[in-house]
């Protein structure tokens, strides 16, 4: 590829030359995240890896700019794969390699990987990229720009988007259309189109059927339920508050504020009673939460989403008379009491996988309809193709039970409401309003499906965040040596009780999460686990015990 030898050119001028003796990771979840400042290159070699995958796929690939969850100093740069999927985790070597490569042996690097993945490098490659709304997304966007241009390959650059919009326009395309289309008026008529066959407003003389109160995190989201609200007619009425006119990304509000710190986001008037929730910095995540008669606030996170659509969807496919695998996906950090309700009362199967969407998709497309939702708020459902045959045959046919076709009917809205490429802020708060619509129920009767069991996350800081390696989907670690069995000890002291520490894949600390019977054992379970982590893994600054 003749073209590899302008990269070496550009870096001889020491345009996006590599800054930093630094090594770094790239995950396939979470892409490469760090202080935007020092991006550029980084963001300029991802380009680079980013014309490669698309040959090598032969298809439209995209590349997102975004730190997503993380505060606005931080950016970072994600790879989407032709059906929205994340990067192929056989490439996360070669894009870390990549990224660490010394100028002067980069050619070579990119070389090999052509050699490595047998690319064909005459095949015309084709990136779809956006942003999010941070400040300095823009320049990172140039930097991505000056390595695209470099290939003579088609590029559309759709400015700011929402993450899983990216994801959805990238999927577009490789599908010709039989996806939706690959626009942002597209995206919004594909899913309001359907959502309003649920709801049916024109019955509803001109009130609306359900309204939202949004904490758009500051970030992209707002502007986009801003957006797709115009679509809606009188289906949903949206406030939308932290709607990035005032304020910090991600400061105080969005979704990772609210579910770590178990409380309300500033900036939103939460009422009594009133549906509210939050978007992430990219609005691939979405809880929910509300304030009960007795000023309590609950939280219904990623758990309480994945149960609410697992048990509606169950029921959906029973009554179309289908017989269809479905099952549900989560992480270790899912409620303990969400999975028993999962298995016991909703009689589902359920697995547990590694943290990181690209398991949890992996996993779902394992069942004919998957649900997957991290605790986080990050999360979708995937309908095979078979089982969305079936589903359509019935729908389509001229004959047979009418309850069965009018299932079918009405699951077919709902695959068209779920943007099944990747967790979607808004698509999942349109699935979770047209099933409580469904339901006829009221935030409090979702609630109380189950209790949660009272649970703590804390982030400890170490020296090196890597010295912890985990197994068994997290649950347990491997290294450093003893930690584990320290843990157990701490947990066997607790009653109901459950912890877990990884290292995280999008900040430079570890993770801590404890659940028991009661917020101040959990709590407590916490803290100890959090100062075992610190004491036997190289603690770096405040220990945990002083902030318990
Ligand atoms: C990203 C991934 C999520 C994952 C999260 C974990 O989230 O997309 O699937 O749960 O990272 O972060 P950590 O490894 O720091 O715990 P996002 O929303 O920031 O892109």
Not at 107 to 136: G, H, K, M
Not at 390 to 414: H, P, V, W, Y
Not at 440 to 454: A, E, F, K, V
């Amino acid at each position: 590829m003749e073209e590899i030898s302008s990269v070496s050119v550009i870096l001889r001028r020491n345009i996006f030359s590599r800054r930093t003796e630094k090594t770094f990771n790239f995950t396939e979840s979470a892409g490469f995240r760090g202080k935007a400042v020092d991006l550029d290159w980084i963001v300029f070699r991802v380009g680079l890896l980013s014309v490669l995958y698309s040959k090598y796929k032969k298809a439209t690939v995209g590349v997102m700019i975004t730190a997503s969850h993380n505060p606005e100093p931080d950016n970072g740069v994600k790879v989407v794969g032709p059906m929205g999927e994340m990067m192929e985790g056989s490439w996360e070597l070669s894009a870390t390699e990549l990224i660490n490569s010394r100028d002067e042996d980069l050619e070579l690097t990119l070389q090999q990987t052509i050699n490595n993945f047998c690319i064909d490098a005459t095949w015309p490659a084709s990136v779809y990229f956006a942003r999010d709304t941070r400040p300095s997304s823009p320049m990172l966007a140039e930097a991505l720009c000056k390595a695209l241009e470099m290939f003579h390959c088609t590029v559309k650059d759709y400015g700011i988007l929402s993450t899983p919009q990216l994801h959805y326009m990238v999927r577009c395309d490789n599908t010709h259309g039989s996806y939706g289309v690959p626009t942002e008026a597209g995206y919004y008529e594909k899913l309001s189109k359907a959502f309003l066959a649920i709801m049916q407003p024109e019955s509803n003389k001109g009130q609306y059927i359900a309204s939202v109160m949004i904490d758009g995190a500051n970030g992209v989201g707002a502007l986009k339920a801003a957006d797709i609200s115009k679509y809606l007619k009188h289906s949903l009425s949206m406030s939308i508050f932290n709607d990035g006119s005032h304020g910090k990304l991600n400061y105080k509000c969005g979704a990772d504020h609210v579910k770590v710190s178990q409380t309300a986001p500033e900036g939103v008037p939460v009422e009594l009673a009133a549906r509210c929730l939050s978007f992430d910095g990219d609005a691939d995540r979405v809880v929910y939460y509300y304030i009960d008669e007795g000023g309590k606030f609950s939280l219904l996170d990623g758990d309480k989403i994945a149960t609410l659509v697992a048990g509606f969807l169950n029921e959906m496919v029973v009554a179309s008379g289908l017989n269809l695998k479905l099952g549900v996906v989560q992480t270790a950090y899912a409620n303990g009491s969400s999975t028993n309700y999962i298995s016991n009362v909703l009689k589902v199967p359920v697995s547990c996988v590694s943290t990181g969407v690209k398991h949890l998709h992996h996993r779902a497309a394992d069942y004919d309809v998957g649900v997957y939702f991290e605790a986080n708020g990050h999360g979708t459902v995937l309908f095979s193709d078979k089982a969305f045959n079936m589903i359509r045959k019935i729908s389509n046919a001229e004959s047979g039970d009418t309850c069965q076709k009018e299932a079918a009917d009405k699951l077919l809205s709902f695959v068209d409401v779920v943007n099944q490429t990747v967790g979607d802020a808004i698509s999942d708060m349109l699935l979770v309003e047209a099933i409580l619509h469904e339901r006829g129920w009221s935030i409090q009767q979702w609630n109380d499906l189950y209790n949660d069991l009272p649970n703590r996350q804390m982030k400890v800081k170490v020296r090196e965040r890597t010295v912890i390696v985990t197994t068994d989907a997290e649950r347990k670690t491997t290294a450093p040596a003893g930690l584990q069995d320290r843990i157990d000890e701490i947990v066997s002291k607790y009653p109901v009780a459950r912890a877990f520490v990884r290292p995280s894949g999008t900040e430079d600390i570890v993770r801590v999460y404890a659940e028991s019977d009661t917020q101040e054992k959990a709590d407590s379970l916490a803290c100890k686990v959090a100062q075992a982590v610190y004491d036997m893994a190289g603690g770096d600054g405040d220990r945990p015990a002083e902030l318990c």
